[in-house]
């Protein structure tokens, strides 16, 4: 079976064969190439380190193997990507599963960097992250709260109908967690774009 590419972003191509799938971050011409090999062999390192750490805490991809240099071969998750199907599933239950997935995220001070519907998976009833390449280190609450901040933005843009009901249900689970400081935060944010909005 020969691989077949499913996702091609500037960061990385993604290739499926059998049921596992292989991440290979793509070089970048406009860099010199000392640069751009460090850089891909330290985000590839990073983002297997995080997964690693992560597949104790969360559901996420179990890794398979890893070069440490650019390449990450994952299990496949064959579930329903949920920027495809929130709004036809219990989509209440899920967002539940969101917010103690996030709360248990961010309790590690690791912040996924692009969370949105499109990096989450149901499989089986069971809530997964994937694509952590930009994720981070941090226990900064602005870079939590930003985290928080880009997935209300992804709902009010892919989801807009259950946005706001979802959003709430996402940040009571999160709030249960003692994490009230974090979602007081997002209001500081979203003021900031506004103001950038005016001027």
């Known amino acids: ?4 590419i499913i996702q091609q972003g500037a960061e990385a191509i993604i290739t499926l064969q059998g049921n596992q799938i292989t991440k290979q971050r793509i070089p970048k011409t406009y860099r010199l190439k000392e640069l751009d090999d460090k850089l891909r062999k330290s985000r590839t ?19 398979i193997e890893t070069d440490n240099k650019e390449t990450i071969i994952m299990e496949y998750l064959d579930g329903k990507k949920l920027s495809e199907h929130l709004e036809s599933l219990d989509y209440k239950t899920i967002c539940k599963q969101i917010g103690k997935t996030l709360t248990k995220l961010h309790n590690q001070d690791i912040v996924h960097g692009d969370l949105t519907t499109s990096n989450m998976i149901l499989k089986d009833n069971q809530l997964y992250l994937i694509d952590f390449g930009l994720s981070i280190h941090s226990h900064k609450i602005e870079d939590k709260a930003v985290d928080l901040h880009l997935l209300k933005q992804a709902l009010d843009a892919k989801h807009f109908k259950i946005a706001q009901e979802s959003f709430k249900l996402i940040t009571q689970e999160y709030k249960a967690q003692n994490h009230q400081e974090t979602i007081q935060r997002i209001q500081t944010i979203e003021s900031r774009g506004r103001y950038k909005q005016k001027h």
């Open 45 to 63: 390192k990073k983002e297997a380190k995080i997964l690693e750490k992560l597949q104790l805490i969360i559901h996420v991809p179990k890794i």
């Open 1 to 4: 079976m020969k691989p077949q």
